[in-house]
């Protein structure tokens, strides 16, 4: 973990810099409207420059035709290069389509949940003012989360490539048909079976969608890669947990003539034909997330997930 409470923000003139703030909103809902023009606000009354993603400006002027006053548009105005953080206002969904905006830029996360459960987000939608406060001070520690890098295959060809936060999903293109696999760790055959997909997981993305499929939850801190297959027709299909400087690779079959799908982190999509070869490392450039609370991963499982913990009555002496 990376402290970045690093103190003011003046140059060697002494003069002070423009400090801007990416804010990044789900603009079709009002409760993130109504967030995202509190948050703008709040920046501006501090100096700082709030700056908006294009995609979202028309909604949010719409929204709030006095907000976009001291706003910039991103890219247009100001690079991503130039964001100090990125304060994202939604689910965790949010959380990765900011992501993918400042993906391979020094820019952290700090995300405000305003969905469901909110694993990626670090405060609720009651604690903005106090968030945006934080931020504003640096008040916050930086984690580098692992990502995972993606590639497809065909013969000898490099296809497509991307990258995950969360995890890469093989999944069958069509409903009739089980999708035929076979497994590779390290450049070793596994085992082969028919399945509804596969999935190949970073520690984040342990509580998504490789949690739903029955895949173990793994804490933050462990380095490592999940492979998770999905309704496996196979005696042996188990979850693995493999090293992060393993590689894993999942190659369509051409038994039943069926084709696949992948998804990045469900955002980013590439359709598998027969003898497509999908290969997954660990990636050199990992997701920062800005950090406000130092709370166990436990007590964030117990809290999202509503654990039962009554009857609990703490370590001993001994322990």
């Known amino acids: 973990m990376e402290g970045t409470r690093d103190g003011g923000d003046e140059g060697r ?3 002070s810099e423009a400090r801007h703030f990416l804010v990044v909103s789900h603009t079709g809902r009002r409760d993130s409207l109504e967030a995202t023009s509190e948050v703008c606000r709040q920046l501006s009354a501090a100096g700082a420059i709030p700056v908006i993603a294009d995609e979202q400006w028309d909604d949010l002027h719409e929204f709030d035709p006095h907000m976009n006053g001291n706003a910039r548009r991103l890219e247009a105005e100001v690079s991503i290069a130039e964001i100090e953080l990125v304060i994202v206002l939604g689910g965790d969904g949010t959380i990765l389509r900011a992501a ?7 820019a952290p996360l700090l ?10 987000a670090e405060s609720e939608r009651d604690d903005l003012g106090y968030t945006v406060t934080r931020a504003l001070a640096r008040d916050y520690e930086v984690e580098e989360r692992m990502a995972l890098a ?4 065909q013969g ?19 409903r009739e048909r089980l999708l035929e696999v076979v497994i590779e760790v390290d450049r070793r055959p596994l085992s082969s079976f028919g399945c509804d997909g596969v999935v190949v997981s970073t520690p984040t993305g342990s509580t998504a969608y490789a949690f739903s499929a029955g895949g173990p939850v793994v804490w933050p801190a462990v380095e490592a890669m999940l492979l998770v297959p999905l309704s496996a027709h196979a005696l042996f299909a188990r979850p693995l947990v493999v090293g992060p400087d393993s590689s894993l690779a999942i190659e369509v079959l051409d038994r039943t003539n ?3 799908v992948l998804w990045c982190d469900g955002r980013r999509m590439h359709d598998l034909p027969p003898g497509a070869r999908v290969i997954v490392r ?3 450039t990992p997701v920062r997330l800005a950090r406000l609370h130092e709370a166990p991963f436990t007590d964030r499982l117990v809290n999202k997930f509503r654990l039962p913990v009554a009857g609990w009555r703490g370590p001993g002496t001994r322990d």
């Open 13 to 15: 003139s002494g003069v």
């Open 100 to 106: 993918e905006m400042v993906r391979g830029h020094t």
């Open 111 to 120: 995300g405000v949940n305003l969905g469901h459960v909110g694993f990626l």
């Open 150 to 153: 993606v590639r497809v295959k």
């Open 156 to 174: 000898m060809d490099v296809v497509w490539e991307s990258w995950a936060l969360n995890e890469v999903t093989v999944e069958k293109a069509e």
């Open 258 to 260: 069926a084709s696949g």
């Open 282 to 284: 660990r990636s050199e």
